[in-house]
């Protein structure tokens, strides 16, 4: 692609084109790469650019998402009035979603392109764009038919869709536009995909209580509607991505989130695993001989992996960064067990410094993971191993909440935040301080997202840790509604604020902000609409007034995701810095700009 900017590559159904979304004509349309050779061209030219593809099985035609149009982008703004920034009108229940900003009413819709004069005249001109779907209601993750004739996509059209998350699956004739709800059922599907027969289309489906917490399954319905089959019924683990369904019909492939791991496994319709392809998995896809995943070990990060469906030995394809990591000294994760205090199991990792000598005495950092549903693995994860080498021993734990050890364990959280998983990680630091090699009186603690919502937990629950960094977190949970974009999340699990008042403040560690000793680093972008700038301001400024060692790291125009690669620097270096200065007395002041390199020599 010539250096310019492209994602979302999807090979062509005969092969002769590679397609892709890319910006460089301003908004994102379709670039097509001839695999013959020669140029990519664009082939098509929608106002509001598109959001995404899928192709049909005869390649040439291409079934598109795009939002609608802004009126009044395009419109010539003469006075200095007309050319300031517009208001911005909201008017809907759900007002705001990270990475995108405010809601206004605009919809996302399907449509067709039909791209035979595009290909023929190498792009000179664009496709043909006809809308499949209009309306009140948004679109999405379109699937064509085996045939052709139907694409199957999702959308909530429940009576206000902003109060709920009950998705469900379509289709839509191609020609003639007739509209058949595939599934019913309470809570979301989503992700269609087409069995090779073209009779049935299975889904992933996330159970409507809680929508948090619950176990997402593989269901199947048959194309023309009806009840629906459940595939992961005996399967107490979350399922995650796209099924793939095997070449008879009769078994899917898919992601499972599973005690520190994320194989890829094939069940049968009764819901037993025929198969298990043990690693850590993030998608994939088949070929009549192999299964082709992204893939990363414990000392390397995700690489194309192709893995024979005969249990033959897996390949690396890419091995793209083989000859930097050649160079590096990693440690692999070692996996930890320990009881939480009740007595429940709980599983962690350790990462140790490359020259790891367990006669000497290190510091520790314990770093906690966000979602509160989600998991580490032992695999390759660029922070431990970074921390590692700076010569910490670095702890990253699967407390309650976590979701690879059934839905008990991840329902155990629900309403009751900063408790079981709070003891769940302090049980895995007095665990891994009994193995002998650990300086009790120089430990760290942090996180992001939730990760930083337990690190204000954890800080104001105890002064066992020297130095904390609370990334993206939340710390008055009352005020936090409405602020972020989590309305549903908030309504389904703690109730309203104005009538579940005691409880969000028995939740919120900002009413408990007095009793922390730990110098703690504060950090959050600047258009954070998952865990808002201001509760990461409220949590500074409250440690500020009371004298605590604390500092503020605002990255402009950055969501709840760090995503400019200098900020990302800048993240990791100003971790070190601030570990660094309360772990092991470094005189390095971690508030300095960390990228200008004259003020970090020393260090």
């Known amino acids: 692609t010539q250096g310019d900017s492209a994602s979302a590559p999807a090979y062509s159904p005969d092969g002769r084109y590679l397609p892709s979304l890319s910006d460089r004509s301003d908004k994102a349309q379709v670039w097509v790469l001839p695999t013959s050779g020669g140029e990519a061209f664009r082939v098509t030219g929608v106002r509001q650019g598109v959001d995404a593809f899928e192709w049909a099985p005869d390649s040439t035609r291409l079934a598109l998402v795009i939002t609608d149009p802004d009126p009044l982008e395009g ?19 759900q007002h705001k979603q990270d990475g995108k900003g405010y809601l206004d009413g ?30 009140i209601y948004d679109e999405g993750n379109p699937a064509w038919s085996p045939d052709g004739s139907l694409i199957a996509f999702s959308s909530n059209r429940s ?8 998705s469900d699956i379509f289709t839509i004739q191609v020609n003639g536009g007739r509209i058949t709800q595939v599934s019913t059922d309470p ?12 009779k049935e289309i299975a889904f992933i489906h996330m159970p409507e209580d809680p929508p948090v917490y619950a176990t997402p399954r593989i269901g199947s319905a048959a194309a023309g509607g009806g009840l629906p089959h459940d595939w992961t019924g005996t399967l107490d683990r979350h399922v995650g991505g796209e099924p793939r369904w095997a ?15 994320t194989p890829i496994v094939r069940v049968s319709r009764a819901g037993q695993r025929l198969s298990t392809i043990d690693g850590d998995y993030s998608t994939f896809e088949l070929s009549p001989t192999h299964v082709v995943a992204i893939g990363e070990t414990p000392t390397r990060p995700p690489e194309v992996i192709a893995i024979p469906l005969n249990n033959g030995t897996a390949v690396a394809l890419s091995r793209a960064n083989e000859s930097l990591f050649s160079s590096l000294r990693l440690t692999a994760a070692e996996s930890v067990q320990f009881l939480s205090a009740d007595g429940t199991p709980i599983e962690g990792f350790l990462v ?42 670095v702890l990253f734990t699967n407390p309650r909440g976590s979701n690879g050890y059934g839905e008990a364990f991840c329902r155990a959280i629900f309403a009751d935040w900063g408790n079981k998983d709070y003891q769940d990680v302090m049980a895995g630091v007095d665990h891994v301080l009994k193995m002998g090699f650990v300086d009790e009186r120089r430990m760290g603690v942090g996180g992001w997202s939730y990760g930083g919502i337990l690190t204000n937990y954890v800080i104001t629950k105890n002064t066992r840790f020297a130095a904390a960094i609370s990334g993206a977190s939340e710390a008055d949970m009352f005020s936090a509604y409405g602020y972020d974009d989590l309305q549903r999340w908030w309504r389904s699990e703690l109730g309203l604020p104005w009538d579940q008042a005691e409880l969000y403040r028995k939740l919120s560690p900002i009413y408990e902000i007095e009793k922390v000793k730990t110098p703690t680093l504060v950090m959050c972008g600047e258009k954070d609409f998952r865990c808002p700038l201001p509760q990461s301001e409220q949590l500074y400024l409250a440690l500020k007034t009371l004298g605590k060692e604390t500092a503020l790291i ?7 995701g760090i995503r400019r690669p200098s900020y990302e620097i800048d993240r990791y270096r100003r971790y070190g810095f601030w570990y660094d200065k309360f772990l092991k007395g470094s005189s390095v002041d971690p508030t300095y700009d960390v990228l200008d390199r004259k003020k970090t020599t020393s260090y």
């Open 75 to 93: 419109v010539e703004k003469k006075t200095e009035a007309e050319k300031a920034p517009r208001p911005i009108v909201v008017t809907r229940l």
């Open 106 to 135: 605009r919809k996302t819709h399907l449509y067709v392109a039909d791209l035979n004069e595009a290909l023929a005249s190498a792009g000179s001109k664009h496709a043909k764009v006809t809308p499949l779907t209009w309306g």
């Open 159 to 166: 009576h206000h869709p902003d109060a709920n998350d009950n």
């Open 187 to 198: 809570g979301g599907e989503d992700n269609p995909v087409w069995s090779p027969n073209g």
């Open 247 to 261: 070449r008879d019909g009769q078994s899917i492939y898919v992601t499972v989130v599973d005690e520190g791991r």
């Open 352 to 393: 140790k410094p490359p020259d790891f000598d367990a006669a000497k005495k290190y510091p520790l950092i314990l770093r906690i993971h966000g979602g509160p549903v989600g998991q580490y693995t032992d695999s390759f994860a660029f922070e431990h191993q970074y921390l590692a080498s700076l010569g910490y021993v």
């Open 554 to 560: 605002i990255y402009p125009g950055q969501s709840h």
